[in-house]
Structure formats: C-alpha cells, structure tokens
C-alpha cells in the first residue's frame, strides 16, 4: 500500500516538475518576488520632496528649514516665493509638502509669542501624509527645545519618553518580510494544488486514478505530500532569506515557526485541493484559486491591521489560515513567542487543514460530471 | 495552410466576435466573472482595508492617581483613537502587552505631579508595540498630539512659558479629514480589474489549443489578427462594464469623491483595459497549455499589482531599483492617474504621462500578441 502511494508521489512530482515552464513557475517568481517586495512593500518614508516657502528668511528660518533638508526622510527639492506657486507644486507632485514660514515667524518667536508654521500635505495617499506630518511635529520638537535651550528658557514641565518594543526602530521592513514568508507560502502551496485535480478531470485521467486500488486517502495523501515537500523547501529558503539577507532577527524558537508552517501548508493544501477536486475545468480551478487567494491576502492583516476592519469582516477573517500563520511567523520572529502562547493561532488552522482535506478526500469520488 | 489574407475582413471578424460572444454566453462564468466578482470584491475590500487606527487600547499604568494624572487620562479618553485601560502597576500593564491585550502603554510614575509641579521636566513614559511599524508609528504620533494638547493646557492654566513655542497649521489637501478609505477605494479598483482582465483572457486561447479547435480555425481563411481581435472584443465590452460597475461602487457605495471628468476615467480605464487584456491574451499564447497560463497570471498579475503599484505602498519611499522596476507593472500608471482625477481632478501633468505609458503598454503588448500568436500559426 505504501509502494502504491509513493509511486502516486513520483507521479504527481513528475507532473509538475517535468514540464520546464512549469519548473520554472514554481521556483523563478516566489525567489524573484520575495527580493523584490521585500524592498518595496515599505511604510517608512524616504526622501520625502518637499519645497519651501520661506517669508521670514533669517538665519532662523534657515536653521529650521536644514533640520529638514539634512534628514534622510525629507529632501528639498524647490524654493518658491509666491503663494500661487504652492498648488502646481503639490498638484503635479513635485512635492509631497510645502513648508510655509510666516514673514514674522523669528520675530514671534523672540517675542515668546506663538510663531506659526504652516505644513501643506498631498493628502493623495493618506498614510504618508500622516506621517509625513508625524516627521515634521517631532523635527518641529526637537527645534524648539534646542532654541529654548540655546535661549537659556525653562524646559517645559513635563517631557515624553518613548520606545518601542520588539521593532525599536520601527523598521516596516521587520513586519513586512515575515508577512513575506506567508505570503508566498501560500501562492506556491496554491500554484501546486489548485489546478492538480482540475487538470486530471479535463484530461479524463483522474477517472482511471479512481478505478486503480487507491482508496480516495491515498489518493488525497499522494496529492498533498509534493504540496507539502515543495512547500517546506521553498519557505525553508525564503526564511533563511528574511534572516540572512533581510536581518530580520530572528527571537522566538524555531520549531514554534515549522509547526505553523506545517499547519500553515495543510490548510492550504486541503484549501487548494478542496478548490480542485469541485472544479470540473482549469478554468473553473484557476477562478476558484483567485477567489480564495486575494481575499486571503487582503484580509489577512499582511498590510492593514485586521483591527481596523469592521467586525463582520473581522469575523470573516477568522475563516482565513494566512491571519493565524501572520501571527505566528511575527510573533516568532519579533516577539520571542514560544508555542505555549501561540496555542490560539495552531488549533484554528488544525482545524481548517482537517475540514479542507477531508472534504477534499470526499469530494474526489461524489464530484463527477 | 491557406493564404492568409492581407487586408482585415469585416465579415471574418463579425463572425469572429459573434463566436466568442456565443461562447461567453453560453459559459455564464465569464459573466459572472465580469460583473459579479469585482462588485463582491470591491465591497468587501472596501471596509476591509484601512490604515486608520481607531480605538487602539492603551494601557494607563498610574502609580499614584491625582488630579493631574486625571487631566492626562481626560485629555487622551477625549480622543476618539484611544481606549484607554487603566493599571496600577507597570509589570501588569508589560503582561497585557505581551499578551497582546493593548498596543500601547502611558505611564506616570508616582512622583510624576511632584515633578511636574516643582518644573522638573517630569516623564511620561510611553511604549508602543513596534511588530507593526506603521500602526506603532501612527499610535506614537497620536499620543504626541494629546500630550500637546494636554501640556499646552497646562501651561497655560498656570501662566507658565509656552511649552510649544512654534504652533503647526497642518493641511492636508484632497483629504482634509486624512481618510485612509478615500485613498485606498481607488487604488483598488485598478487591483481589481487587473485581476479580471487576466482572468478574462488568461486561458482563451490556451483553451482552444489545448481542446483542438486552434487547428479547426487556423484552416479558416481567418487572419490571425481578426482571430485575436475577435477575442479581444467582447472581453474588452465585459472588461469595462465590470469597470463601470466598480467605478459607481466607489463614488456612491464608498463616497469617494470623484473631482475630475468621468470622461478621462472613462478613456484611462479604457486604455488600462486594453492593457490588462493584451497582458492576459500573452500569457495565455505564451504558455500553451491552460495550466501553466493559470500559474502565469495568479504570479504575474496579483502580488505585483498589490505591492508595486503604489496602490498601498508609497513608491517614492522604495529604492531606486525597485522605483524603476515598478514601471513594468502597468497598475502604478492606472492607481496614480486614478489616485489624481478622484481625489485632486484633472491634474493634466499627472494624468498625461501616465495615461501615455498605459498607451505604449497596450501598444508594446498587443505587438508581442501579435507576433508570438503568428509565428505558432507557421
């Protein structure tokens, strides 16, 4: 029984490695795609354009606008002299913000009247705009503490202190690239799954598959263990990557990361295959894979909070393997997490893998055309 | 092998369409496909995804409560972005942390009104969660602004030197109340549809190949370009309506303000359109067979479209490699044209040369269609 399902193994091994393009599919794109957006799904800003519009023009005002042309976030990329010239500069986004210094400003400020900075943002992208803001008050903060220093003023009464934990930084870049790890994880279990049932139905061999001895099991076994074996190898790879390449520190233990990633894939794979086994062309197959994959990407909380969402789609999300996985591959890498604590996020993927399979398993003999 | 002709016949062609047409209706899913699945997942991604961070719990650790510490807490509880918990000591407010309970502590320690009264520059410790950089980031500038708000009151009250010597007069433009919906809605219609138009076209021609009506058409006189023109067509009719549907979608379901003509989002979707197809119908010549075409467009369609379009990541903050690589990807063009005439109008030096790429995209790309469809055909 065992030679039987082994050689379904190979068989399902040969069909989708031997075929070069599809070789290729598998292994090019998530190593490709893992480099890339690695770099470019960030939420850190840098060089910001911004332009000036400096009425005051003293040697203050000078200071204040180096502050922010000296920092990596920002970088000066106009002056402008008239109130008229603001709009086609933010319009045609040359610059992201233009910073407005009141004639009076350094006057004002002397005066320990309150100088006024006015900050115009493209509100086009919403988040850069807050942050871009978020910059400027801290820049704004630290100037005026070191005038009042400088002008020999009382500190103010109070002070805040603030950290960060487990991202002290807060590099984008360390909560990125684990989501990464799922991310990919999830297209390649799909890419190997989700057509593999379709194909052989359109094809007409899964019909002589479900004559031979295998029990629909075995079937299901021989179908899921390449899934399995392609997907342990190419996540293996890409964790090494974010460690290696990336220097995402890596805290936790590592065998809290694999029982995810082993759950993590049997989800998908029982997902993939359920998809497959309902679908009765590739076309239908291809469809159903979409269906699930970018909902499950986007609801995920890979780039905006789960917390964010309204509750009925937060309840929608608890149908998603990806937002457990999420959690642990973060808490694993960042937080330290071990698996006692993680516990609520390995049950609930345990119990999709086991509902996917099985239906999966059953459905191999109820669905015929 | 008959001579193909020369010229374009407008009866091959109608006879053409009116195949892929029939073959369109009688399979509702490319229908379905059409109009149904981005209206679906328009709405749900609509109120799905958002940057605002609303209600984030922090944990208020106050070792010896008085009235200043009251007035901080009243100045945070009056924020609609807190909701403030309250612990006596700072090990049980680390543990809810760790627990994931809260994402952010305040903390007073107890000689915190002693110092603040005596001028002493008394600390208000604060420490986010940081796995999430950009909520952390979003959650420290929150506290920032109702610690402002608190210290400015302060001194004030007391007849104390300003603590803020500088006041900042922050607009932001397009989007005064910096809605992260307004911003987001747009983008994902063009996320959308690149996804449709893939999956419209991804496998039609893989199809015929693979079932052997390819060979049944090529002894047609049927030219190769009424042949991918026919397929082109009604994809192209579904394709917009589907567009139509999502555009309407984000002006009334989601109040998206739509500030420039729909006749420029009505040509730019159109141009996206012919892109996003001619990209599906490659695939789906390259590839041959309908498996490895379906591989193709889940990898080459989504993800890019999702993280290298500026739909949600700034590309301005990528590095230059990436910035360059970005415009392979012929979403960044439709997202920031967009982005524009919803939010800002008919900005004419944004939207041209975007709409000019998406132009030489479906130029370039039709040519590729075009060349690799006839060289098979030899």
């Given at each position: 029984m065992l030679q039987h399902i082994l050689a379904l193994i190979i068989k399902e091994f040969l069909a989708l490695l031997k075929d070069k393009r599809s070789r290729f599919v598998l292994i090019g794109p998530p190593i490709v795609q893992l480099v890339v957006f690695g770099y470019a799904a960030t939420f850190d800003l840098n060089r910001v354009p911004f332009a000036v519009y400096d009425e005051d023009n003293t040697a203050l005002s000078h200071l204040l606008v180096e502050r922010f042309s000296g920092s990596d976030t920002f970088e000066l990329v106009g002056k402008i002299s008239?109130?008229?010239?603001?709009q086609p500069m933010i319009d045609n986004k040359q610059a992201l913000m233009v910073l407005h210094i009141s004639p009076r400003f350094s006057d004002d400020l002397a005066a320990g009247e309150s100088a006024s900075l006015q900050v115009i943002v493209d509100g086009r992208n919403s988040n850069t705009a807050l942050l871009a803001l978020n910059y400027v008050r801290t820049v704004l903060l630290d100037f005026s503490a070191d005038w009042a220093k400088q002008q020999q003023r009382p500190p103010p009464p109070a002070k805040l202190v603030m950290r960060a934990w487990y991202n002290s930084n807060l590099v984008s870049q360390w909560f990125i690239v684990p989501g990464i790890v799922g991310l990919l994880t999830l297209v390649v279990s799909l890419l190997v799954t989700a057509l593999s049932v379709a194909r052989e139905r359109e094809e007409g061999t899964f019909d002589q598959l479900l004559v031979t001895p295998l029990r629909p099991v075995e079937i299901l076994i021989g179908k899921s263990v390449p899934g399995l074996i392609i997907g342990l190898v190419e996540s293996t790879f890409i964790i090494l990557v974010a460690i290696f390449?990336?220097?995402?520190?890596?805290?936790?233990?590592i065998g809290a990361l694999y029982l995810g990633l082993f759950l993590f894939l049997l989800a998908n794979i029982g997902i993939g295959l359920m998809i497959s086994s309902l679908s009765v062309t590739q076309q239908q197959g291809l469809l159903g894979a979409f269906l699930f994959l970018v909902p499950a990407v986007i609801l995920?909380?890979?780039?905006?909070?789960?917390?964010?969402?309204?509750e009925a789609v937060q309840q929608l999300t608890?149908?998603?393997p990806m937002r457990y996985f999420l959690i642990i591959v973060r808490g694993v890498f960042l937080?330290?997490?071990d698996i006692k604590l993680l516990v609520p996020q390995y049950w609930p993927m345990a119990v999709i893998a086991l509902f996917s399979l099985s239906s999966a398993a059953w459905l191999f003999r109820r669905r015929m055309y | 092998m008959p001579q193909p002709a020369s010229q374009l016949s407008r009866r091959r062609l109608a006879g053409m369409v009116r195949k892929e047409s029939l073959q369109i209706l009688r399979d509702p899913s490319s229908i379905a496909i059409a109009f149904v699945l981005p209206v679906v997942m328009l709405f749900l991604f609509g109120y799905g995804v958002s940057l605002d961070a609303k209600d984030v719990r922090i944990g208020f650790v106050i070792e010896s409560p008085d009235s200043e510490t009251s007035d901080i807490r009243a100045a945070f509880g009056q924020s609609d972005y807190f909701e403030p918990v309250v612990f006596h000591t700072i090990q049980a407010a680390e543990q809810a942390m760790r627990e994931h309970d809260i994402d952010g502590i305040v903390w007073m320690q107890s000689d915190f009104s002693h110092r603040l009264h005596a001028g002493l520059g008394a600390p208000l410790g604060v420490i986010v969660n940081g796995v999430d950089a950009n909520q952390g980031r979003i959650t420290e500038g929150y506290i920032l602004g109702a610690w402002q708000t608190w210290l400015t009151h302060y001194t004030e009250r007391r007849g104390l030197?300003?603590?803020?010597?500088i006041t900042l007069e922050q607009r932001v433009w397009f989007n005064p109340a910096v809605n992260s919906r307004d911003f987001l809605v747009p983008g994902l219609v063009a996320v959308i549809m690149t996804l449709i138009g893939a999956l419209l076209t991804a496998m039609v021609v893989a199809r015929e190949w693979e079932r052997g009506t390819m060979e049944a058409l090529l002894v047609?006189?049927?030219?190769i370009r009424e042949l991918l023109m026919g397929k082109l067509v009604p994809y192209f009719v579904l394709g917009m309506g589907g567009m139509l549907l999502t555009v309407a979608m984000a002006v009334?379901?989601?109040?998206?303000?739509?500030?420039?003509?729909f006749l420029v989002l009505l040509v730019a979707s159109a141009l996206f359109m012919l892109v996003a197809l001619a990209m599906g119908l490659l695939i789906s010549i390259v590839a041959k067979n309908q498996f490895v075409a379906g591989q193709v467009a889940i990898i080459v369609t989504f993800l890019p479209a999702f993280i290298?379009?500026?739909?949600?990541?700034?590309?301005?903050?990528?590095p230059w490699a990436i910035q360059l690589l970005?415009?392979?990807?012929p979403a960044r063009y439709f997202v920031s044209i967009l982005q524009t005439v919803f939010l800002?109008?008919?900005?004419w030096p944004v939207i041209l040369p975007n709409a000019a790429a998406l132009l030489l995209m479906a130029f370039v790309f039709l040519m590729l269609v075009r060349r690799k469809a006839s060289k098979r055909l030899e």
């Open positions: 008239r109130d008229a010239d603001i390449w990336f220097d995402v520190p890596l805290r936790g233990h995920s909380g890979f780039a905006t909070p789960i917390a964010n969402m309204p608890l149908l998603n937080e330290g997490a | 030197p300003k603590a803020f010597p047609t006189p049927i030219h009334w379901q989601f109040d998206v303000p739509l500030r420039g003509s290298l379009s500026g739909f949600i990541f700034d590309i301005n903050s990528m970005t415009h392979l990807i800002a109008g008919n900005v």
